[in-house]
T-cell receptor, first 116, second 112 residues
Framework: AQTVTQSQPEMSVQEAETVTLSCTYD???????LFWYKQPPSRQMILVIR??????QNATENRFSVNFQKAAKSFSLKISDSQLGDAAMYFC?????????????FGKGTKLTVNP | AAGVIQSPRHLIKEKRETATLKCYPI?????VYWYQQGPGQDPQFLIS???????DKGSIPDRFSAQQFSDYHSELNMSSLELGDSALYFC???????????FGSGTRLTVV
């Protein structure tokens, strides 16, 4: 069974600074997807970034980038130039690409606070 | 762009009552997923449907049932509600095997 671990229950960052959120996972599959989702106080689940395991290049979306280390099963999220609107709960998630189901397995989340 | 629509947004029920949550996926999305997120918890997968057939089942209580209809909308039926069923219920939809999907805004169910 897949597991996702986020070891940082809470993180804080100063506005305009950079912060990295950690995530490790365990899977026996060779191909899968990894995601970071953002959940602000509105509780909406918003996709931040997606990584396909077979791609060696780290995904980037504007100020958000990942450091994907497949051998180490690590998938960290870097937020550059942090903004007040980045304050939210961030969930790391894993999904297989085969087997008929692409259900997401989430980590416990990291609550990010952005200080002005 | 069209999003995943969930109704109702909020629902208050008493113990032992029944609740029905509805989900309208993005057009041309043929796969629907249901998740339950308790207070302070991460979302937990309940059940999914592909082309109107159940494709996977997670930690869904026997008191809950779900189906996907011919127009691809889905309903989650919850009976004999318990206080512990109070949670945010998300629906998400995707085109098959596209890696990642779009979540609805959720239905907040409160059981009193």
């Amino acid at each position: 069974a897949q597991t996702v671990t986020q070891s940082q229950p809470e993180m804080s960052v100063q506005e305009a600074e950079t912060v990295t959120l950690s995530c490790t996972y365990d899977t026996s599959e060779s191909d899968y997807y990894l995601f970071w989702y953002k959940q602000p106080p509105s509780r909406q689940m918003i996709l931040v970034i997606r990584q396909e395991a077979y791609k060696q290049q780290n995904a980037t979306e504007n100020r958000f980038s990942v450091n994907f280390q497949k051998a180490a099963k690590s998938f960290s999220l870097k937020i550059s130039d942090s903004q007040l609107g980045d304050a939210a709960m961030y969930f790391c998630a894993h999904s297989p690409t085969q087997g008929g189901s692409e259900k997401l397995v989430f980590g416990k989340g990291t609550k990010l606070t952005v200080n002005p | 762009a069209a999003g995943v629509i969930q109704s109702p947004r909020h629902l208050i029920k008493e113990k032992r009552e029944t609740a029905t949550l509805k989900c309208y996926p993005i057009p041309r999305h043929d796969t629907v997923y249901w998740y339950q997120q308790g207070p302070g918890q991460d979302p937990q997968f309940l059940i999914s449907f592909y082309e109107k057939m159940q494709s996977d089942k997670g930690s869904i209580p026997d008191r809950f049932s779900a189906q996907q209809f011919s127009d691809y909308h889905s309903e989650l039926n919850m009976s004999s509600l318990e206080l512990g069923d109070s949670a945010l219920y998300f629906c998400a939809s995707s085109p098959r095997r596209r890696g990642g999907y779009t979540f609805g805004s959720g239905t907040r169910l409160t059981v009193v």
